[in-house]
């Protein structure tokens, strides 16, 4: 059974007094285990699909079925799927709060959740993300990109979720350390048998990492091409 399904989703935006659809009939389907991706100009609808599937967005219609579970528009998630289903935005730098230190970004989310015990959590997600533990004590600021993009990873997988959304995760950073948090990714995923949402608008990325991938143009899914597709370099000529 896939681990997600959606089906005709839609989301439309008024702004400045005009509807603006975002999302226009998007269908998919994502296999548990997979890395399914979505490629596609900017402003296509890509990243509110996700904010819908993270259930940040919550006005839309259409068919959602996370993990089993139909969710609804317009509501919270409710119990297990709060951590289950997990994002990482693309400016690690604009995800983190300024004023509050990696120790206290890492501790809060299991804390909200009644997780325990704090400090091995933290430490071990630190552990797993490659950073040191005495990166705890430190601002973003005082951190690298890079450093900063692991810390947001690590606390996407604090609560332990079986699909990670990932919004052009790599595109703020340098080429040299994209390279090393794509390959952290895919350890990861392997290590806790997770399912990735993708976004990218890198053909090179997403050839590395996809197991299927799909063309989005104005907010509906286009095409979608299968790993043979994608070592092809198929999607390179539909996304140019
Ligand atoms: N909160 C919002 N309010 C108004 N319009 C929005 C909002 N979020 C996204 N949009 C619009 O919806 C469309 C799709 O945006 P988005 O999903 O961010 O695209 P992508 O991630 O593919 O670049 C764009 O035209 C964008 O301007
Ligand atoms: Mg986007």
Not at 7 to 35: H, N, Q, R, W, Y
Not at 155 to 182: C, K
Request: net charge positive.
């Amino acid at each position: 059974m896939a681990i997600v399904e959606v089906k005709d989703l839609g989301v439309e935006f008024i702004a400045k007094g005009t509807l603006k659809t975002a999302v226009a009939g998007a269908s998919f389907l994502i296999e548990p285990g997979e890395t399914f991706s979505l490629i596609g100009e900017s402003g296509c609808g890509k990243s509110t699909i996700l904010r819908v599937l993270a259930g940040l967005q919550r006005d839309w219609r259409g068919q959602v079925n996370l993990l089993g579970n139909a969710i609804a528009a317009g509501k919270r998630f409710q119990g297990t799927l709060r951590r289950e289903v997990q994002m990482v935005f693309q400016d690690p730098y604009a995800s983190l709060h300024p004023n509050h230190t990696i120790w206290r970004t890492l501790a809060e989310p299991l804390k909200i959740h009644g997780e325990n015990p704090i400090e091995a959590r933290v430490n071990d997600a630190l552990t797993q993300v490659g950073l040191p533990s005495d990166a705890a004590s430190r601002y973003p600021h005082q951190l690298s990109g890079g450093q900063r993009q692991r810390v947001a990873i690590a606390r996407a997988l604090l609560l332990r979720p079986r699909i990670l959304l990932l919004d052009e995760p790599t595109s703020a950073l340098d080429m040299s350390v994209q390279a090393e948090i794509l390959n952290l990714l895919n350890r990861l995923k392997e290590q806790h048998k997770m399912t990735y949402l993708l976004v990218s608008h890198d053909a090179d990325v997403i050839a590395h990492m996809s197991d299927r991938a799909a063309f989005m143009a104005a907010g509906a899914i286009q095409r979608t091409f299968d790993r043979a597709a994608l070592v092809r370099g198929e999607h390179r000529l539909a996304a140019a």
